[in-house]
C-alpha cells in the first residue's frame, strides 16, 4: 500500500514539475541553446551572447524568450531576429537566433546563467518552461601601461569634431558637436573635458546615442553637444580633444584625436544700445508729513501682548524639535529607509513606462535621484551631475556603475526633448531597473 502511495506522489510531481524542468537536446523537433563570441574577453570589451531555437517543422505554438539577467556584464539588446537552416545530427533545423551585446564589468570566472524558451499552453501542449545551458566567461585584466587619460574604453573608436558654421559674429551662438564611434561601451562614455575660455557662456546640450550592426558586432554612436558664444573676435581655434583607448586585437593602447577646429568670429553688426536715465518730471509728487500722536504713561502690556511674544517660539520649538525627530528615525532604521527607497523608485519607474516622454524624463531622474537621497539621508535633485559623480565615487561607488548612472541622467535628460514617436521610454525604464538593483547591491554592502 506504501508503495503504491509513493509511486502516485512521484506520479504527480513528475506532472507539476514537467513544465518547469522540461529538457530538449539536439535531435530533437525542437531545442534551444546559447553561445557566447569571445569565452575570453578583456573587462570592458564586447562579446556578442546568442540564444538560438532550433525547429524542424513550422513552429506554432505560443512562445517568449526570457533572457538570463547578466550579472557582471553592462548590457545592450540587439533588435530583430536573424533567421537561417543548420544540419544538426543529420537532421535540418530553422534557426531562429536573438543576440545581446555584453560588456564585462570586472574580471575573473563569469557565469552567465541559463535563459528560456516559455511555452504558453495550447489545445494540443501543455506549457513548457525549456532552458539553455550556462555559458562560462574567463575575463581577463586590461594589461599594465594604461596612458592617464584612459578612461575604460576598450575596443575599437574613432572621433570626429564639428561645426555648424566656421564664421559668425561676436555674440552668436554656434553648435560644438563631437562624435565617438566604436565597438566598445560606447554608450557609458563620458563628455570629453574641455578648457573653454572663461568669458565665453556655454550650454551643453543633450547626449545622442545610437547603434548599428556591422560585420556581427554593435557598433555605438555617440554625439556630445554644445551651445557656445564667444565674446571676443579673431580667428580663434579649439583645441584637439584625445581620447585614450585599448585595442584587443593589436593589445596595445591607442588614442583617437579630433582635429584643430578653427572659427572666424566678426565684430558684431548690431549697434551697441544706449542707456539713458530721464530726469524726473517737474509735476512729481512731494511727499507730506502727516503728524501722529504718542502716546505716553504706565500702561503695563497685556495678556494678549504675551501671548503673542511666547507662542511663536513654542511653536518654533516644537516644530524644530520634530523635524529633528523625522531625521533621526531614517538613520536609527536604515533597513526600512533602503526598503522604501527602493519601493518608490520601482513605482516611479513603472509610471515612466506609460507616462508621455517629457513627464516620463522627470519621473526617470527622480526615481533614482530620489533612491541616492535616501542613501545619504539629504535631497540631491538640485546638484548638478559632476557633484553627485563626486559624492558618489566619495561613498566608494563602483566606477563602473558611476559611469552607468552619470549615463543613464544623460538618457533621462535628452528624453525631455525628443520627438514622441521616437521616444524609448520602455528600454530606459528597464536601464533604470538595472541601475537601481545594482544601487540596492552597492548600498548592502557600502553602508
Not at 58 to 83: H, M, N, V
Request: aromatic share 10%; proline share 8%.
Amino acid at each position: 500500500m506504501r508503495r503504491w502511495v509513493l509511486l502516485l506522489m512521484i506520479s504527480l510531481l513528475c506532472l507539476v514539475l514537467r513544465p518547469v524542468l522540461a529538457q530538449t537536446s539536439p535531435g530533437d523537433d525542437y531545442f534551444v541553446e546559447a553561445t557566447i563570441s569571445n569565452p575570453s574577453p578583456f573587462v570592458g570589451e564586447q562579446i556578442i551572447y546568442t540564444f538560438r531555437l532550433y525547429t524542424v517543422d513550422q513552429f506554432d505554438q505560443p512562445a517568449s524568450y526570457l533572457p538570463p539577467d547578466f550579472e557582471g556584464f553592462w548590457r545592450t539588446d540587439i533588435r530583430g531576429e536573424r533567421d537561417s537552416t543548420a544540419q544538426v545530427n543529420g537532421r535540418y533545423y530553422s534557426v531562429k537566433a536573438l543576440d545581446t551585446a555584453l560588456y564585462p564589468t570586472h574580471e575573473g570566472n563569469l557565469i552567465i546563467e541559463p535563459g528560456a524558451l516559455d511555452l504558453s499552453a495550447t489545445v494540443f501542449a501543455d506549457a513548457r518552461r525549456v532552458p539553455t545551458n550556462p555559458v562560462q566567461v574567463q575575463v581577463r585584466p586590461l594589461p599594465e601601461g594604461a596612458p592617464e587619460n584612459f578612461d575604460g574604453a576598450v575596443g575599437q573608436f574613432s572621433m570626429q569634431a564639428t561645426l555648424d558654421r566656421q564664421t559668425l559674429e561676436q555674440g552668436q551662438p554656434f553648435t560644438l558637436q563631437i562624435t565617438v564611434t566604436g565597438t566598445g561601451n560606447v554608450e557609458q562614455l563620458n563628455a570629453p573635458d574641455l578648457n573653454w575660455p572663461e568669458q565665453w557662456r556655454v550650454y551643453t546640450n543633450p547626449t545622442d546615442f545610437q547603434t548599428f550592426e556591422n560585420n556581427s558586432m554593435l557598433v555605438g554612436v555617440k554625439s556630445f553637444e554644445w551651445l557656445l558664444s564667444p565674446t571676443e573676435t579673431g580667428t580663434l581655434t579649439l583645441p584637439p580633444v584625445s581620447l585614450a583607448y585599448f585595442d584587443p586585437s593589436d593589445l596595445v593602447y591607442k588614442t583617437v584625436s579630433t582635429g584643430d577646429v578653427t572659427l572666424n568670429v566678426l565684430p558684431s553688426s548690431q549697434p551697441e544700445a544706449q542707456i539713458t536715465i530721464a530726469p524726473a518730471p517737474a509735476s512729481a509728487l512731494t511727499l507730506k508729513t502727516i503728524e501722529s500722536p504718542l502716546r505716553t504713561g504706565e500702561d503695563r502690556p497685556s495678556l494678549f501682548f504675551w501671548v503673542l511674544w511666547i507662542v511663536p517660539p513654542a511653536l518654533f520649538a516644537a516644530a524644530w524639535l520634530w523635524l529633528r525627530q523625522q531625521q533621526l528615525v531614517p538613520t536609527e532604521r536604515p533597513a526600512q529607509r533602503k526598503q522604501a527607497a527602493f519601493t518608490h523608485a520601482q513605482r516611479q519607474l513603472k509610471q515612466a513606462e506609460k507616462a508621455a516622454p517629457g513627464e516620463a524624463s522627470k519621473l526617470l531622474r527622480e526615481s533614482l535621484l530620489g533612491y541616492l537621497g535616501a542613501f545619504w539621508g539629504s535631497n540631491v535633485s538640485e546638484i548638478d551631475q559632476y557633484e553627485l559623480q563626486s559624492r558618489m565615487r566619495d561613498a566608494n561607488f563602483d566606477d563602473r556603475l558611476i559611469e552607468g548612472i552619470n549615463t543613464y541622467l544623460d538618457w533621462a535628460n535628452s528624453l525631455e526633448y525628443a520627438p514622441e514617436a521616437s521616444a524609448d521610454v520602455r528600454k530606459l525604464v528597464e536601464r533604470g531597473q538595472q541601475i537601481l538593483a545594482a544601487l540596492d547591491k552597492a548600498w548592502a554592502k557600502l553602508v
